[in-house]
């Protein structure tokens, strides 16, 4: 799963913030190499996809697409849903943001799935499922033609991620990960739920490597395991190392509890930091867990959870067929998120001739003209500003737009200024940090004179993440210019210590808000 982070430096690069409309580079995959064959889709197989009756069921917070029969689809639909009823019931997420909505495309067969399939390092992949986020979708593409269990699997793993994401605050790779394999092979029997099934493999791979040091596993913030001090420096150790130490926490004897790890996010929502966070949610220090991981993977006793879940009152899910346009902007979305940019340009260009009055039509656009390897989001910014003025409010819409004023120094002429760019995605999407740290970033360029809207944007970002460097420092220039100097040092003193390993540009801010107030005193 990849989490995008807006940049954190005051002076925004807009290069960085555009990988917020490019697709990640990693994708979740289960994949085998072929061969070094580059995969092009043809016309042929776009005629193929198009000739294909396609049915969308839409429910609450999620869509699905299918070319499968409709009875294949409510099957799915209904199992989706009482999944994400037991994740709930399970592992309670309140949040202070609104969801983003997941479309699932599920095909029925691996030859159909073919097509929207990413190349990875020039190769191309074969799998049963991927999962990426684009232009403020989340995606989910699978094969019901292979084995159920695979399929099921994959879903299940990114609804959790999909399900964490809303807990209002960045949370570990370990937790994140660790959990989303714990819930990957959630089952139902009758009206119960069961969770914990013992995965040997995972197990066997942590005893071979050894139990792994906590304090580095649970600092790790991206996949490249071997700058974090481990003895391997595979992912797939990271995994198994990771879901070793969720199943403890929540199914151990020695008082391991689901409630515990709401208690740990609830810790990281107040600002803790990961080894305080620890120890306040699971009620244990990083040595006597480590101790614990060590003698509970050599157990061969193991427990699990049920839970009994009601089927009754499941949502009247409505199916209706896909039109050819839309059909034509999914396709052209999927194959955007899996990098196929020329099939993606064709059914883009058609749906500009057919479309051109479609918002999100301009949105694919825009995605299509940024290159990767660009450092200017200048060739983009034309085709979002018309999905704007065509009535988009996609909050990465908005926010693409105001991080380019910023960086330019003047607002893109829409008719609104940046500030309104982000208060727009803010309507759009509740909570949405991005537009928070946009805010934050004004008030730290001086666009704009601070005013009590401003004061009071800076404040609810912070309510939902207290340690945002961004938002931190543009509290304390609230602060130091409302001549709250103690404040505003106490705070950037925070700050530091919270961070050690802040960048050099954001620490040369915190030394010249310090210098500032400390002038302010004289």
């Excluded at 793993?157 to 994401?165: A, P, Q, R, S, V």
């Excluded at 099939?343 to 290159?371: C, G, H, K, T, Y």
């Excluded at 928070?436 to 005013?451: D, F, K, N």
Aim: hydrophobic fraction near 45%; aromatic fraction near 6%; glycine fraction near 8%.
């Amino acid at each position: 799963m990849t989490i995008i982070r807006l940049p954190s430096n005051p002076r925004i690069q807009v290069h960085s913030v555009f990988r917020l409309i490019r697709p990640c580079r990693a994708v979740w995959l289960l994949c085998l190499v072929l061969g070094c064959v580059p995969v092009v889709v043809s016309a042929v197989e776009l005629a193929d996809i198009e000739s294909r009756r396609w049915l969308k069921l839409s429910a609450p917070g999620m869509v699905i697409i299918s070319d499968a029969s409709e009875s294949q689809l409510r099957k799915w639909a209904a199992e989706i849903e009482l999944f994400r009823r037991g994740l709930q019931l399970t592992l309670p997420v309140s949040s202070a943001r609104n969801e983003t909505p997941v479309t699932i495309y599920l095909f029925r067969s691996e030859g159909a799935l073919r097509p929207f399939l990413p190349v990875v390092d020039g190769k191309p992949a074969r799998a049963v499922a991927f999962f990426n986020s684009i232009l403020g979708h989340n995606l989910g593409a699978v094969s019901l033609g292979g084995s159920r269990f695979d399929a099921r699997e994959r879903i299940y793993h990114e609804l959790t991620h999909w399900h964490l994401l809303r807990a209002g605050v960045e949370l570990p790779l370990w937790l994140q990960e660790g959990m989303a394999q714990v819930f990957e092979t959630f089952t139902l029997t009758g009206d119960k739920l069961r969770l914990g099934h013992h995965r040997e493999g995972l197990f066997e791979h942590v005893r071979i490597a050894g139990t792994p040091p906590l304090a580095p596993l649970i600092q790790t913030a991206e996949l490249d395991i071997s700058s974090a001090g481990f003895k391997h420096g595979r992912t797939d150790l990271f995994y198994a190392q990771s879901w070793s130490l969720a199943h403890m926490l929540v199914f151990g004897a020695e008082g391991g509890s689901m409630m515990k790890v709401t208690n740990y996010i609830a810790a990281l929502r107040r600002g803790a930091g990961p080894e305080e966070a620890f120890g306040i949610g699971f009620g244990m220090s990083l040595q006597d867990a480590h101790a614990r991981l060590d003698t509970y993977i050599r157990s061969p006793r193991w427990r699990m959870l049920e839970f009994p879940i009601g089927r009754t009152g499941l949502p009247e899910h409505k199916v209706s067929p896909v039109s050819a346009s839309e059909l034509d902007g999914s396709a052209a979305l999927l194959l955007l998120a899996a990098g196929h940019k020329l099939p993606a340009q064709q059914l883009i260009s058609r749906l500009l001739n057919q479309n051109p009055a479609d918002p999100f039509v301009w949105e694919l656009q825009a995605a299509l003209m940024m290159d990767p390897g660009s450092m200017s989001a200048d060739r983009a910014v034309g085709p979002l500003a018309r999905a704007y003025q065509l009535g988009s409010r996609n909050p990465i819409t908005c926010c693409l737009l105001g991080y380019f004023s910023l960086e330019n120094g003047m607002p893109v002429d829409i008719g609104t200024d940046t500030l309104g760019l982000f208060h727009a995605a803010l309507l759009a999407r509740r909570g949405f940090m991005p537009a928070y740290e946009g805010i934050a970033a004004s008030v730290l360029a001086g666009t704009a004179r601070p005013s009590g809207e401003m004061r009071r944007d800076v404040l609810a970002g912070l309510a939902l993440a207290p340690t945002a460097p961004l938002l931190n420092l543009a509290a304390a220039h609230l602060e130091i210019t409302d001549g709250k100097k103690t404040e505003a040092q106490s705070r950037l003193t925070r700050l530091l210590a919270a961070h050690p390993d802040l960048s050099m540009q954001l620490r040369q801010k915190v030394g010249e808000l310090l210098a500032a107030a400390e002038s302010r005193s004289r």
